[in-house]
C-alpha cells in the first residue's frame, strides 16, 4: 500500500522533478482481456476503482459493428488507480478499453493525459492497432508493453514492433501485469519516455 512512498525507483533515477510536476495523468489502453485492469490493481497503492463488473464476459464477442446504443454507456468500463513513483510524483492510472466503440470516451479521457501505457497481447495484436492509431492522431505520447500471457514470447519484441509498425522512437517493453515490480517498470518506462520527450522539445527551441 504505502510501501511506494520514499522509495527511490528501481533503476534509482527521479525521472521528473516535483518543478515539472506533481499529478501525472496516465491512460492504460488495451483490447478487451488485455490486463488493464490488473496492472491498475497491481500497482495501485489506493484501493482500485473499477466502473465495470457486469461488462466482463457481456463484452465478448459482441460484435464490434453492432449499432451503438444506449447499452453501450452501461458495459463501458474502466478503472483507476493511483501510485507514487517517488516523494513528488504521484501517478494517476486510468485503465480504458481501447476497442473502437469505446472510443466516443476518449476525447474526455484525454483531457490532461500526459502519456499512455499500450497493453498488447500478442494473440490478439490487431486489438492494440485502432489504440495506436488513435494516440499517434492525438499525438498523445505513449510506450507499448507486452504483456506475458502464455506463448507471447514466441516472437521477438522486434517482430512485434514490425507488427504493429512501430517507430523506433516508442519504447517496447516486456510485463507481467500481475507483479507489481513488472507494472511499476512499465510506468517508469513511460515517465522517463516523456522527460526524453520533453527534454528533446527543449533542445529544439
Ligand atoms: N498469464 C497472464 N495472465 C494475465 C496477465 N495479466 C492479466 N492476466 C489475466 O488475464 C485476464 C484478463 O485481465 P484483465 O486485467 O481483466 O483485462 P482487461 O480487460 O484489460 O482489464 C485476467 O484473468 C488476468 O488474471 C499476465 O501478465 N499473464
Ligand atoms: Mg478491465
Not at 12 to 40: E, H, Q, Y
Not at 100 to 105: A, P, Q, S
Not at 167 to 177: E, I, M, Q, T, Y
Amino acid at each position: 500500500m504505502s510501501e511506494a512512498h520514499g522509495r527511490a525507483d528501481p533503476a534509482g533515477r527521479t525521472p521528473l522533478r516535483s518543478t515539472a510536476t506533481d499529478g501525472l495523468k496516465i491512460v492504460v489502453v488495451g483490447g478487451f482481456g488485455v490486463g488493464k485492469t490488473t496492472m491498475v490493481r497491481s500497482v495501485s497503492e489506493i484501493r482500485p476503482l473499477n466502473t465495470e463488473e457486469t461488462m466482463t464476459q457481456a463484452g465478448v464477442g459482441v460484435d464490434h459493428n453492432t449499432a451503438v446504443t444506449d447499452k453501450t454507456t452501461t458495459t463501458v468500463a474502466f478503472d483507476f488507480g493511483r501510485i507514487s513513483l517517488n516523494e513528488e510524483m504521484i501517478l494517476y492510472l486510468f485503465g480504458a478499453p481501447g476497442q473502437e466503440r469505446f472510443w466516443f470516451l476518449w476525447d474526455r479521457l484525454f483531457a490532461g493525459t500526459l502519456g499512455a501505457v499500450v497493453l498488447v497481447d500478442t494473440r490478439r495484436i490487431e486489438d492494440s492497432w485502432y489504440a495506436i492509431d488513435r494516440l499517434e492522431h492525438h499525438g498523445t505520447p505513449f510506450i507499448v508493453a507486452r504483456n506475458n500471457f502464455p506463448g507471447s514470447e514466441e516472437h521477438s519484441l522486434g517482430e512485434l514492433r514490425e507488427a504493429l509498425t512501430l517507430s523506433r522512437d516508442v519504447p517496447l517493453v516486456d510485463c507481467d501485469a500481475r507483479v507489481r515490480e513488472s507494472s511499476k517498470r512499465v510506468l517508469i518506462t513511460l515517465v522517463d519516455h516523456l522527460y526524453a520527450l520533453s527534454t528533446a522539445r527543449e533542445t529544439v527551441s
